[in-house]
Structures are given as C-alpha cells and as structure tokens.
C-alpha cells in the first residue's frame, strides 16, 4: 500500500517539474529573441566559423584598397613561403585565407567591369 | 598536406590560438616561449616584408601564453 503511494507521488512529482522545465526553456527563447541576445549569438557563431572579412585579408598580408591582384599575390608567396620554412601552420593558413577571399574579391571586380 | 584553418583570427585571443599562432603547446615552458616568439617573428617581420597585423599577433601571442595580458581562456 505505502509503495504504491510513494510511486504514484514520485511520477506526479515529475510530471510537474517536466512541465515547469518545459515553460522555463520557452520563456528563456521568448526572453532571447526580445533582447537580441540569440541574434548576437548566431551572428558570432557565423562570424568566427567561416569566414574572414576584406578588411581583415588586407590587414593579414599588408595591402590597401588600392593594390593589384600582382602585388597581392607577390606578397601572398613570401609570407607564405617564409611561414613554411619558420613560421608556423595557423598562421599559414591565416595568409591562404586572406588570399582565398581577395581572390573572390577580385575577381567579382573584374566581372563586373570595375577597376580593382 | 594538412587541411589550413579555416577563417580568420578569433575576436579576443585565447591561450589556444596563441599557442597555434607561435606553433607550441598551450604550457609549454616561458623559455621556449620567448624562442619560438623570435623564430616566428623573424619570419614575419615587418622590415622584411612581413605585415604589421600579423607582427602584432605574433607579440600579443607571446603575451598570452607568458601571462602579461589575460587570454580569454575557458568560458566556465
């Protein structure tokens, strides 16, 4: 007799925590997308997952808005050429994706027709 | 060939992108630090055609794992 009350207690208890649970994880969505927090999150998530701004291509391997794609990759093969001798491998990479997406940059430039 | 990493450099530098940026491990002794810090940036320097950007994460690398700027370290 007294076990079966303890059991039915003990699923009636964890029925309503399940529940409680449940409206706390809605609430804490709802409460995440009134302030923005869950858009900051996916956009950081983006942002450091992929891929690597022009700014920051510019900056890695030392060229301004002006240069040419020749210049560029001049620079791209000594920076990457001396990371391979002493360098290191993370920073290699840094300097193959810098070029990666000044390549793209440039060659959606000449497509369209514009100067680089 | 290994596979490059992908993207750009994190928003603030942790202990282990600093120990990738000079090529050791993340407690690797102060001595070797210093070493590889000037191996890498002899690599790089700005005065033979390395970039100023990447001459400043090389620094700020050395700083991380010595212990003068705090890393981000772990989120917990």
Redesign the interface.
């Known amino acids: 007799m007294a076990g079966k009350l303890i059991a039915n207690l003990i699923v009636m208890g964890s029925g309503i925590i399940g529940r409680a649970m449940l409206q706390a994880y809605r609430k804490a969505l709802d409460n995440a997308n009134k302030t923005g927090v869950a858009h900051e999150t996916i956009n950081n998530i983006r942002?450091?997952?992929?891929?690597?701004?022009e700014q920051?291509?510019r900056?890695?391997?030392?060229v301004s808005e002006q240069s040419t794609w020749e210049e560029i990759a001049q620079?791209y093969d000594?920076?990457f050429e001396?990371?391979a001798?002493?360098?290191?491998?993370?920073?290699?990479?840094?300097?193959?994706?810098?070029k990666e997406c000044l390549e793209n940059v440039y060659q959606k430039n000449k497509q369209d027709g514009t100067p680089p | 060939m290994r596979k490059f990493y992908e993207g750009g450099f994190q928003p603030a530098m942790t202990r282990r992108e600093a120990g990738l940026i000079l090529g050791v491990r993340e407690n690797v002794h102060p001595e070797k630090v210093k070493e590889a810090h000037k191996k890498v940036m002899v690599a790089n320097h700005p005065d033979a055609g390395g970039s100023h950007y990447l001459a400043s994460k090389i620094n700020e690398a050395k700083d991380v794992l010595l212990g003068k700027t705090k890393g981000g370290g772990s989120v917990f």
Not at chain 1, 59 to 62: N, R, V
Not at chain 1, 85 to 98: E, P
Request: positive net charge.
């Open positions: 942002r450091a997952s992929k891929t690597m701004t920051e291509a900056q890695i391997l030392g620079r000594n920076l001396r990371n001798t002493s360098g290191s491998f993370y920073l290699q990479s840094k300097v193959h994706r810098a």
